[in-house]
């Protein structure tokens, strides 16, 4: 668990993985660990308005 918050680095991301894994050393239910990754993918351009926006993914999997 500690090594997915150091991964993600966001406080925000953090307080949902915090409630969703549950109490820190058990195992949540259903799932015995979880495996989040996040990263930068690269630049897209914003059909409205045609700025260029960077785009960034958060991958949660249960292993």
Same mark, same amino acid.
């Given at each position: ?33 979880? @495996? @989040?990754h ?12 045609g ?7 958060l ?5």
């Amino acid at each position: 668990m500690d090594m997915a918050f150091r991964e993600v680095g966001v406080n925000e991301i953090k307080e949902v993985l915090r409630v969703w894994l549950g109490v820190a050393g058990l195992p949540a239910p259903g799932y015995r660990t979880i @495996a @989040a990754h996040c990263g930068y993918l690269g630049m897209l351009t914003d059909g409205e308005d045609g700025r260029r926006r960077k785009v960034y993914a958060l991958i949660f999997t249960a292993v």
